[in-house]
């Protein structure tokens, strides 16, 4: 058994809309093997090392129910055995997932395992510690080849939590991230430790532990300066001990004797209370204090002991949100058991961890404890008489074993009133203000007390999970000092995907918004563009591309073209989208990645609009995208159709629904917008250059898809026109979708088609062309497409064109140089073009070439590039050769459709005197007074 792929789902995908993992498992000559099978030994094994699986409820829906799955009948195979594992491996570790689903793949013996995660490491791990459980479990003849001698499973499950633990958000950090899911505030981790960004784009905030992106630097100084922090609130008047600074044993022994016995020493710019030692009273005790406090800072404070007990009160955005005492560990005597044995008692706690994984801390046993011991005149093996309690550190802090005790409520105002003011003396956003005094509620200016320090960074463990009181939602209040309520954290993101069509939409409505005022995130087969810049060049439509565009700190409105290929690798950046937009589903890229029917291809595709809030935009005329409306939880589904006719959507727009038609004018073709019962004309479609004067259907679809999803984000139809209007087909704006160049004596068209679909759309639009001269094609297909793919893209190219070179992309994805041309050459042959019409010149370069020095006055090349950049500069800088001027078109072989704008001659009376004339303004038609 063993796994031949992987794929990590970030986000939503066509499993489910959280993180997953997919494995493509196979179980070898295990698939022989069930459950039952396998034997009671088997599954006992399970059970015994895992318990958690008894009370996995499978398809009976209750506690025990997958245990009946593995004993009952044939019971079940290894690979759904294998996804409950994992599962319950993972809930060993503190996460709490519970999804799973596991299915046949197309090879026998092979199945799809998908398991919900939280953490990417921490689910491969768990996958790798499940596959080598059911190995070591296997019956003694089947061990064979997976048998690992060296396998400890109690040994690999405890590195499992630890290494688990070491990836978790701190309990500071985890707190802000909870509070801001708890808002629907997006975030994401930004690196391994505790770097969070909170929100999008320009309304992004970061956190670090809890530094906040509002925290100033100064501030943050001020509190690490213990002398300059002592000063500042010395000079405002606010209870503080004595204090000085201290380089050398000496300097420190000094300061006591000045100060007065008995002091503290600690470090100078220290943390979490190492290396501080309290209630100090003799000179040797602080000789020690300072060689114990040295070893962290070179520079050691010396100040007053104060009494009483250690409280943390939390100031954020200057109000005193909660407030804790803090109790050094400690044990109790009872009277039976010694020190030693009472701090392993202590320790058994399950609320007790190593460092800030759990609650609470694990007391350690260090030269503190055993100083403690020596000055009581224990040791560690004494038995302490019943209820006695001895301190085992000098300091309260939870990192050190220390307990806390919420007391938020009972904070007289005045020590309120001075936790808060002492927070603004410094600066801090978020501050931890320690004050030591005998009792909280009583005032410090009767009952006395003092600040022993101030924190930039306070740990919030102790306010949310108290080991007495109540929890404090102390996340919650830096989040609203973050984001006041009513102020945005996310930016508008528009989702992308079909078979074609999907980099000129999304160019669109980018260019729409950033016409509207916009700055905009655009990621595309290009490459990500930030404002119109290119930033990253590459085919970036995956979920790596749209983080980028997320985290970048200028944008305020993301466009994301969603492709197949990432969707069915990494699934979505985004757990949820303003608008989305599903274009079509044609036969491409079948035959990857498991994927081999155009419903499979739908439901990939699907993903995008199932996580839409506020608009799905549909293509009405395509039956599979049709059918994606029942499975949208937006607000409005908005239908995309080129027939006025369409029955669904009238009766959607009757019903107040909405929808963008394509409607026939006096003047064309109208692009008309309804909502609620309102009629509201667009525009004309030659009127968007990227239409050619509204011939390219393709665009004039695209254009309408654009106009949806931009009226889904709130922009105006006046702004909507707008940048429709300014929008065009230049390689500027849309490098390798229907760049036209019009500067050699015949016309040159690229575009990057790829499929039958696209070539389809292209052929459609050139077949209304006037043309005077040969119509010349160069043309490929991706050498990953199926054999039927290719020869379908063969099929809409064939007779449309008078010259065909037939060429290969330059990565041929595993085929032979010249079999995808020869592929194209056989089918265009069989579909009737005359064999000497059809040439293959497999490089591209080489085959671009030929068909420009062919080309003559008049003239139409039609170039279906791979390489777009090195294909457009081939183009524009070739330099033609002088020829004479070109002949009248030859309108006997063109289509109806080219005889222009003014429409076919079916149009005209029969009778009318039509004639064709052409000078240095084109070719058009004449018509005689009576005709026009």
């Known amino acids: 058994m063993r796994i031949l792929s992987t794929d990590v789902y970030g986000g939503p995908n066509r499993y489910a809309h959280f993180p997953c993992i997919l494995h493509l498992v196979d179980l070898e000559d295990l698939e022989q093997w069930p459950t039952v099978k396998l034997g009671e030994a088997f599954i006992d094994g399970l059970v015994k090392a895992v318990p958690g699986l008894a009370d996995h409820g499978c398809s009976y829906g209750e506690a025990g129910g997958f245990l009946r799955r593995m004993r009952e009948g044939e019971g079940t195979w290894l690979g759904h055995v294998f996804e409950h594992l994992v599962l319950e491996v993972q809930q060993l570790a503190g996460h709490d997932v519970s999804f799973g689903k596991t299915r046949t793949a197309k090879q026998p013996g092979q199945y799809n395992v998908v398991f919900e995660i939280q953490d990417k490491d921490v689910g491969l791990e768990a996958s790798r510690l499940a596959l ?15 048998a690992d001698r060296e396998f400890n499973f109690e040994r690999e499950r405890d590195w499992f939590i630890r290494y688990t633990q070491k990836r978790e958000l701190g309990p500071s950090t985890g707190s802000l991230v909870r509070a801001a899911e708890q808002r629907s505030i997006p975030w994401l981790r930004l690196n391994d430790q505790s770097l969070v960004q909170l929100g999008h784009g320009k309304f992004q905030r970061r956190i670090q532990a809890t530094i906040t992106s509002e925290t100033r630097h100064i501030a943050v100084e001020l509190s690490c300066d213990k002398e ?9 008047g606010l209870p503080v001990p ?18 007065g016995y008995p002091v503290v020493v600690k470090p100078y710019n220290g943390n979490h209370g190492r290396g501080v030692c309290i209630d100090l009273k003799t000179p040797e005790e602080v000789a020690r204090g ?35 005492k803090r109790v050094p560990g400690h044990v109790i005597g009872d009277g039976s058991h010694s020190i030693r044995e009472l701090i392993d008692l202590v320790n058994s706690d399950p609320r007790r961890g190593i460092g800030h994984e759990k609650v609470l801390t694990k007391i350690q046993l260090d030269h503190q404890v055993d100083d403690l011991l020596a000055k009581k005149g224990y040791t560690l093996d004494t038995v302490l008489p019943e209820g006695e309690t001895f301190y085992l550190r000098s300091t309260a802090n939870l990192s050190t074993g220390g307990t806390a005790i919420d007391v938020t409520d009972i904070v007289h105002p005045d020590n309120r009133a001075m936790a808060i003011r002492a927070a603004k003396a410094i600066g801090l956003d978020v501050c931890g203000v320690d004050f030591l005094c005998e009792d909280i509620s009583q005032s410090y200016q009767t009952a006395g007390g003092g600040i022993c320090e101030i924190n930039a960074a306070p740990g919030f463990r102790m306010h949310v999970s108290p080991a007495e009181g109540k929890p404090r939602d102390v996340g919650g209040a830096v989040m609203d000092m973050l984001f006041p309520p009513g102020a945005p954290s996310r930016i508008p993101i528009a ?3 079909g078979t074609n069509g999907k980099t000129t939409t999304s160019r669109m409505l980018a260019h729409i918004l950033k016409m509207a005022g916009h700055t905009v995130g655009l990621t595309s087969t290009d490459g990500v563009y930030i404002d119109g810049k290119l930033t990253v060049k590459g085919d970036m439509t995956g979920p790596i591309a749209a983080s980028m565009v997320l985290r970048d700190p200028t944008v305020d409105a993301a466009v994301l073209e969603t492709a197949r290929g990432g969707l069915l690798k ?14 079509n589903v044609q036969s491409d890229h079948l035959g990857l990645r498991g994927i081999d029917t155009l419903d499979e291809l739908a439901e990939v595709k699907r993903t995008v609009v199932e996580i839409a809030t506020d608009t799905a935009v549909l293509n009405a005329d395509d039956p599979r995208v049709l059918r994606m409306a029942a499975y949208t939880r937006a607000r409005n589904v908005c239908y995309v159709t080129m027939n006025p006719r369409h029955p669904l959507v009238q009766q959607h727009i009757r019903a107040g629904g909405r929808a963008v038609v394509l409607e026939q004018g006096m003047n064309g073709h109208m692009i008309a917008l309804y909502d609620r019962g309102s009629h509201l004309p667009l525009m004309w479609t030659h009127l968007i250059p990227a239409t050619i004067e509204g011939r390219a259907m393709h665009n004039v679809q695209n254009a309408m898809f654009a106009a949806a999803l931009a009226y889904g984000l709130k922009i105006s139809r006046e702004n909507i026109e707008h940048g429709l209007r300014t929008f065009t087909t230049s390689f500027f704006q849309a490098p390798g979708r229907l760049n036209v160049f019009d500067e050699h004596p015949f016309k040159v068209i690229m575009d990057y088609a790829h499929n039958a679909h696209g070539v389809h759309a292209m052929t459609g639009l050139t077949d209304q062309l006037l043309v005077a001269g040969q119509r010349i094609v160069v043309m490929a297909a991706p050498g990953d497409r199926r054999d039927e793919d290719i020869v379908e893209l063969a099929k809409a190219a064939a007779g449309h064109y008078d010259i065909y070179i037939c060429k290969r992309d330059d990565n041929t994805r595993g085929r032979r140089g010249d079999e995808v041309p020869a592929l194209i050459k056989q089918t265009l042959i069989e579909r009737g073009v005359a064999p000497g019409q059809v040439e293959i010149i497999e490089d591209e370069q080489q085959a671009i070439t030929s068909a420009l020095k062919r080309a003559r006055p008049g003239d139409l090349l039609v170039v279906f590039a791979d390489n777009v950049p090195r294909s457009w500069k081939q183009i524009i800088y070739f330099k ?7 002949e009248k078109p030859n309108l006997s072989s063109a289509p109806a459709a080219a005889i ?22 084109g070719v058009y038609i004449v018509a005689d007074e009576a005709s026009d």
Do not use: W
């Open 132 to 146: 080598r459980l059911i190995h070591s479990l296997l019956p003694d003849p089947l061990k064979g080849k997976y």
């Open 880 to 886: 033609p050769e002088l020829t004479t001027p070109p």
């Open 495 to 497: 989702c992308i995907t």
């Open 570 to 583: 990494r699934g979505m950046a985004v757990r949820e989208c303003d608008v989305a937009c599903v274009l």
């Open 290 to 324: 300072y060689e114990v406090a040295s070893k962290i800072s070179r520079t050691v404070v010396v100040e007053t002991f104060l009494k009483g007990f250690d409280h943390r009160m939390l100031v954020v955005n200057g109000e005193l949100v909660a407030a804790a």
């Open 242 to 259: 004595r204090q000085m600074t201290a380089s050398s044993e000496r300097e420190a022994l000094r300061a006591a004797e000045r100060i």
């Open 228 to 236: 300059m922090a002592h000063k500042i609130f010395e000079d405002l």
């Open 900 to 921: 222009g704008s003014l429409g076919s001659f079916e149009e005209y009376n029969e009778s009318a005197e039509v004639e064709i004339r052409q000078d240095e303004r």
